[in-house]
């Protein structure tokens, strides 16, 4: 079983770092918006994982961004660790409304199953989904 936790501020410098760097395949490389949350999963002392939880505290939407698992730790549970926590710091923040961007399929009714809803295709195969 994964586990997530909240990244330090040493962590999400590095993160963010390597993000612009594109260090991550398949990954944007800019940075998501202001008030970020990072969460990492870790094997062994070796970041597998990590995902952000940008929150606009002014109408208290959330945004669910930057996900990536190492392709070796894929389907160990690791991503659904990383949800848990972003779930769990927007129930503690009041976040009233959940976003995220997804472009395949198998996302779309990962996030189906946890409640949210296609709101608008944007087109190239993404998809704005919601949950309030």
Request: aromatic share 6%.
């Amino acid at each position: 079983m994964s586990t997530a936790r909240r990244a330090s501020p040493e962590e999400t410098r590095q993160i963010e770092d390597d993000l612009c760097a594109g260090v991550y395949p398949g990954i944007r490389v800019d940075l998501p918006p202001p008030n970020r949350h990072w969460f990492v999963s870790e094997v062994g002392g070796e970041r597998v994982g990590f995902a952000c939880l940008s929150v606009d505290k002014n109408d208290l939407v959330g945004v669910l961004c930057r996900c990536w698992v190492h392709p070796r730790f894929r389907g160990n549970g690791v991503a659904g660790a990383l949800w848990q926590g972003r779930e769990a710091l927007a129930q503690e923040l009041h976040v009233a409304l959940l976003q995220v961007i997804v472009n395949t399929d198998e996302a779309e009714e990962k996030y189906k199953s946890r409640g949210f809803r296609v709101q608008i295709a944007l087109g190239k195969g993404r998809r704005l989904m919601v949950r309030p």
